[in-house]
């Protein structure tokens, strides 16, 4: 018998006692509470990119790299500034002066519209998502080699501003995919100076995440890509953010299967254990039910006992779902599975109460990953170059943000 087996029940009664009219009862008592920051525990966040911008700003990230001065879109015929994004976002929420046209055509005859992340009606708007659905806040990505701009400072104040202004909770995640061995003078220092002069002003904030008094920063990229990054390598910058004032608590960002690395590669795994958090990476490590629930059996379950017998928190992440046809040039989308795919996973957060839930992600267009407002298929633009997808018909935009929320609210009742 699963050990698991009395909390899905539970879960399962809570579920259907929950919901009246569409709506959880509780979720509505628990969307006005503000968000114990003190404590990154119980927690349910997401990674937050931030990183979309309009022409001209250099790398606007709708576009693929080369084209960030250029609209998205076809200026003529057959000719197609190409996009790394399959899904379009539903833009009708953000204040006008926070989005810019595209040459796509909707159905309705408009021309389709992106928003930029660094305007703060964008960043308000989705901390009061974050709000109305019970979601406690953000993990935001500061991506090694862009610690110069200034779009980003601005969007750290940003959402700072609006964490604070909904009783929502953030912390600062770093992207170490663009650090490599080969290239590995300097780094830490860089990181360090970072931390200091632009991540430690924030941590007086009462939004900023703490726990066991220590403000909460992830180092994401440990053992995913190890022909990059070596394991002595990922140490020396543990050990000197570990170090750094204010002393923070780390959160280690690794490859999903990270247990294996104990047999195969044991000075990665001697890295691993020294963090406070360990959390897996499953973006890629199955695309259906049936492959998450092989993996949640044969991995996330056993790998969930063992961080508990080595003292480490143990947070997986989740996804809605993914595709990069349009940035990879590939020849297929990725699925959504009506939602059933996401639901899967976060049925199972309850019965494995990990340490903190992370979802994979906010606002993550280009691999299709966000959960924020999106077009739906009869509403994408109908170019075939390069062609999108949608959520299903009949689905409100946030669709897949309020069902996390719903099970927000049955994690929290875990604690």
Not at 186 to 191: D, M, R
Request: proline share 6%; with cysteine; net charge negative.
């Amino acid at each position: 018998m699963s050990p698991f087996l009395n909390t899905r029940i539970t879960v399962a009664l809570l579920s259907l006692a929950s919901w009246v009219n569409g709506e959880a009862i509780a979720q509505k008592q628990s969307n006005s509470v503000v968000v114990d920051a003190t404590s990154l525990e119980g927690k349910f966040i997401y990674g937050y990119q931030g990183f979309f911008r309009r022409p001209g700003q250099g790398n606007i990230h709708w576009t693929l790299s080369g084209s960030g001065g250029t609209t998205p879109g076809p200026s003529t015929p057959g000719d197609v500034i190409q996009v790394q994004f399959d899904m379009f976002p539903a833009v009708e929420q953000y204040p006008q002066e926070c989005l810019f046209p595209t040459n796509f055509i909707l159905p309705s005859g408009a021309h389709a519209s992106l928003f930029e992340s660094n305007c703060t009606g964008v960043v308000d708007t989705h901390f009061r998502w974050m709000q109305e659905n019970s979601i406690d806040g953000i993990l935001v990505q500061r991506f090694y080699g862009q610690f110069d701009d200034e779009s980003f400072l601005q969007l750290l104040q940003q959402i700072r501003t609006a964490a604070e202004k909904y009783g929502r909770a953030f912390a600062v995640e770093y992207d170490l995919s663009g650090v490599s061995s080969a290239r590995f003078d300097g780094v830490v220092s860089e990181l360090l100076d970072d931390y200091t002069n632009h991540i430690a002003p924030l941590v007086s904030s009462p939004s900023y995440l703490h726990h066991q008094g220590r403000p909460v920063i992830e180092l994401w990229g440990f053992g995913i890509n190890k022909a990059q990054l070596n394991a002595a390598d990922c140490a020396s910058i543990f050990h000197a953010l570990r170090s750094a004032n204010p002393n923070p608590y780390v959160v280690l960002g690794v490859q999903w299967d990270w247990a294996y690395d104990r047999t195969n590669h044991p000075d990665y795994f001697s890295v691993y254990t020294q963090g406070d958090v360990i959390q897996p990476w499953s973006v890629g490590a199955y695309s259906d039910v049936a492959s998450y629930e092989q993996k949640y059996r044969d991995n996330f379950v056993p790998d969930k006992a063992l961080a508990d017998r080595l003292g480490l928190g143990y947070a997986p992440s989740i996804l809605a779902g993914s595709s990069s046809r349009n940035r990879d040039q590939g020849k297929t989308f990725g699925g959504r599975y009506n939602g059933t795919f996401y639901e899967a996973q976060l049925k199972h957060q309850l019965d494995m109460k990990p340490f903190f839930v992370f979802g994979s992600m906010f606002d993550e267009f280009p691999e299709s990953t966000q959960v924020i407002a999106t077009l739906t298929a009869s509403e994408v633009p109908p170019a075939t170059k390069p062609g999108f997808f949608g959520i299903d018909d009949g689905m409100d935009h946030n669709y897949y943000l309020q069902l996390a929320g719903r099970y927000a609210v049955l994690y929290h009742q875990l604690f």
